[in-house]
């Protein structure tokens, strides 16, 4: 074979390689940007390395509301309204495409195993009387948050801290309630006329009358012209801390539970 074929032969080959490594390079500058991307607009609700906080987790192999690079585009730019997250505003079409391979990079990486032991955990959720005010699979209150999906929408720290210290990770927003789609959790104060305090959940409300459920399940209605006071407390929480009433291990073991909530039966 002559030199000109050789040479020629060589630099097809180079042509046809190059892209691929251009792409591959690309690809990988795309994540470390968007990494930071995401550190400046995201982790506060996602958490670090999307282990989830506020936000769900995003360090899974599939995204239940963008299962597609598409649809993790959309929901980016145009955010999920009534679940709280917001649409993420100036965003170059370079920078959408930085953010979106790095969320993209999360659910490949392998995710180390809970430190408690989710069997465990179910009995310390029983016999902490979690179901008095949570349900799981229909079973419980309704007091509380439905709990059938929270390991699915909520990160291990997030669980543990909403455990130890309630009102440091009140949900924001809206949440889901069977039967009813998505609802605020608001926490309200009211005080009668004659002194009388009722504290609860706010089940409904209009110009005239609020309804609400106190922790003993109790369901309340008062007109709001025969109250002293109505007092929303959205930094408050019904919910006890259970930092002094369960041992590390034992709370190990619940986020462990709580952690394998997914809602699959």
């Known amino acids: 074979m002559s030199t000109n074929r050789l040479c020629a032969g060589a630099l097809f080959l180079a042509l046809a390689v190059a892209p691929q490594r251009l792409n591959a390079a690309q690809a990988v500058s795309d994540v470390e ?3 930071k991307l995401f ?3 995201c982790v506060t609700c996602h958490g ?5 906080g506020e936000g769900p987790p995003l360090n899974r192999p599939k ?4 299962p597609d690079e598409e649809s993790l585009r959309k929901v ?3 955010g999920i309204p009534n679940r709280g997250m917001p649409r993420v505003r100036l965003l170059t079409e370079n920078e959408l495409r930085q953010l979106v391979s790095y969320v993209r990079s999360l659910g490949q990486v392998s995710q180390p195993a809970p430190r408690g032991n989710a069997q465990k955990g179910s009995e310390v959720y029983g016999n902490a009387g979690c179901a008095s005010c949570h349900i799981v699979n229909g ?10 999906e929270i390991g699915r929408l909520r990160g291990p720290q997030y669980l543990h801290q909403a455990v130890v210290d309630p009102a440091a990770v009140l949900p924001r927003g809206t949440l ?3 039967g009813r789609g998505f609802t605020e959790f608001l926490p309200v104060l009211v005080i009668m006329r004659g002194g009388r305090e009722v ?3 706010r089940i409904n409300e209009d110009v005239f009358t609020i309804q609400l459920r106190d922790m003993t399940n109790t369901f309340h209605s008062f007109r709001k012209s025969e109250v002293e006071t109505i007092r929303k407390e959205p930094d408050k929480s019904l919910m006890p801390s259970y930092a002094k009433r369960l041992n590390a291990r034992e709370l190990d073991d619940l986020v462990a539970f709580l952690s394998s909530l997914r809602g699959e039966l």
Do not use: H, Y
Not at 63 to 66: G, I, K, P, V
Not at 139 to 148: D, E, F, I, K, V
């Open 48 to 52: 670090f390395d999307g282990t989830g």
């Open 76 to 78: 980016i730019s145009q």
């Open 139 to 148: 079973q419980g209150g309704s007091l509380g948050p439905a709990l059938t």
């Open 63 to 66: 995204l239940t509301s963008a």
């Open 39 to 41: 550190q400046g607009l």
């Open 199 to 201: 504290r609860g959940v």
């Open 33 to 35: 940007q968007g990494k």
């Open 176 to 178: 889901a309630v069977p």
